[in-house]
């Protein structure tokens, strides 16, 4: 079947940019939780139950936000962290810094910080010359060894369109962690979804790379209203998805987005590494140091490959010409460190799909393997798709005459 991809060019993070240079107008404050609302079961995230613990803890953070001229907008508990959540509005002409630095200092408070503003990574280059970018990692010949089955995923983005043809019965759950709004689909996130676990065989559209992981869409982001597909999110918003993710076991957390540092953010990715949960993080080529999360310890950073930001242990992955799905029954073309996250996010489904005891150390050697033939033609830190599966699954699914010839054994 031809298919006819509409073309567009994303302006990604222009708005979402802009709205990170405004001071922050609202401030996170956590207070430490005790253990029995630690022991939350899965429908904890809705709202707080009126036991004592909990009652007292509202009361602290009213009283906190009385002393410092805050006011308490929203809450939410983080177990896995030992702590609740609470966001204060601040009271005009305020300082964010100034507050957050007052708060840290009541022995009432565990932490405090501004509430920060992130975007994600959409392209907005020139258009570019279709090529499937299946053929770089010999899709067909990968999924013929593992194509994700019984691993989870976790989209933390803006919303999912499960009803896309290449995405029926392939999202397994949609949470949004933005508003007390319905969850609703969105350009960015359906664009990422799509490259993750897209169909395969269905007669339309695209392959995903994992197309039989199980991807739970975590609407974090929102899409901005310029028609393009950038979208925003904040440090509130994405702890409470990543609080979510962490709470479901999840294998797999994408992260095609990037913002400042935050501490929060940070402590909740600790959590996912102590659990061994694998983190896949964009690389924002404005930025440095590539941005955080791509920049933490821990989280597989991936850019592009036409990328030149310096990260260190960074991955490149095809950023260019990617055919995806979008809301509705259409696909498009898309470019961005985003899309190479998601790619990424898929392999390592497949290297867990292959080997599910894999430790993150063992997963990190894997997309850093090369075949004879990666070693010649790619640059350094290109993934090679094919080395990866073979070294994880001890044998050649792909290139297998290089992939034996740089192992030193004869080709099977």
């Known amino acids: ?16 940019a802009h709205a990170q240079t405004q001071p922050p107008t609202q401030v996170l404050v956590m207070l430490r939780a005790a253990a029995p609302h630690l022991r939350a079961g899965d429908g904890y995230a809705v709202s707080y139950t009126a036991s004592p613990d909990e009652n007292a803890r509202l009361r602290i953070a009213h009283a906190l936000a009385q002393q ?18 609470f966001v204060m509005r601040l009271a005009p002409g305020t300082s964010a810094s100034d507050v957050t630095q007052l708060l840290s200092h009541d022995a009432r408070v565990e932490s405090a910080e501004p509430r920060q503003a992130f975007h994600t990574l959409a392209g907005d280059d020139p258009l570019y010359s279709l090529q499937p970018t299946a053929n770089n990692w010999h899709l067909a010949e990968l999924h013929a060894a593992a194509t994700g089955h019984g691993v989870a995923i976790a989209e933390v983005d803006s919303g999912v369109d499960s009803g896309n043809p290449d995405l029926a019965g392939q999202v397994v759950e949609q949470r949004n962690f933005v508003d007390d709004s319905a969850y609703r689909a969105e350009l960015h996130g359906t664009e990422v979804a799509g490259i993750i676990v897209a169909r395969e065989g269905n007669g339309v559209g695209i392959a995903g790379v994992a197309p039989h ?11 901005l209203a310029d028609g393009s597909a950038a979208s ?6 994405l702890a409470k998805a990543l609080q979510y993710a962490l709470q479901k076991h999840v294998h797999i957390i994408n992260l095609s987005l990037s913002g400042p540092d935050d501490r929060l953010l940070e402590r909740l990715l600790d959590a996912a590494t102590a659990q061994r949960i694998a983190v896949v993080g964009a690389v924002d080529d404005s930025a440095a140091d590539g ?3 791509a920049s933490y310890k821990g989280v597989l950073a991936v850019a592009g490959e036409r990328s030149t930001v310096q990260v260190h242990d960074v991955l490149h992955a095809p950023a260019e010409d990617i055919p995806t799905t979008q809301p509705g029954a259409r696909w498009n073309l898309v470019n961005g460190s985003s899309f190479a996250a998601a790619e990424v996010s898929g392999l390592v489904a497949l290297l867990r799909d292959l080997s599910p005891d894999i430790t993150l150390t063992q997963l990190h050697d894997a997309l850093h393997a090369r075949t004879a033939l990666g070693l010649v033609s790619m640059r350094p830190m290109t993934i090679d798709a094919c080395a990866a599966v073979a070294q994880v699954s001890h044998r050649c699914i792909c290139h297998c005459a290089a992939t034996h010839a740089s192992l030193g054994e004869p080709r099977r």
């Open 68 to 85: 410092y001229g805050l006011q308490v907008v929203d809450s939410w508990p983080m177990p896995a962290l030992g702590l609740d959540c």
């Open 291 to 293: 941005g955080f999360p």
């Open 213 to 223: 992981a199980q991807l739970l869409a975590l609407r974090a982001c929102w899409q």
């Open 232 to 237: 925003a999110c904040d440090s509130f918003t």
């Open 1 to 16: 079947m031809k298919h006819v991809w509409l073309f567009a060019i994303w302006l990604s993070v222009g708005m979402a």
